[in-house]
């Protein structure tokens, strides 16, 4: 993605990975964050016979759901719930 403002939902998660952590577990945090409205994201979701790799709850889509760097920061901030 071009625009520096944005992160995919995956981007995000290996952003926020600690060293030796899982970033498919900070994608899940970054997901359930989104279904719940604590998060705000343009979601794109699988279909489930398109789904590829390890879920996400909701069925989003972690390469093509996008997050502004300031609606993480604005999470983070709050706790990361």
Not at 55 to 61: E, S, T, Y
Not at 75 to 81: C, E, L, P, V
Request: net charge negative.
């Amino acid at each position: 993605m071009s625009d520096d403002s944005l992160l995919s939902l995956g981007e995000a998660a290996r952003l926020l990975a600690t060293p030796g952590s899982d970033p498919h577990d900070v994608e899940v945090r970054l997901a359930e964050a989104i279904e719940s409205g604590s998060l705000h994201a343009s979601v794109k979701r699988w279909a489930t016979e398109q789904w590829e790799g390890r879920m996400l709850p909701g069925n989003i889509n972690r390469r093509e759901t996008f997050i502004e760097r300031s609606a993480l920061q604005h999470w983070q901030a709050g706790g990361g719930r």
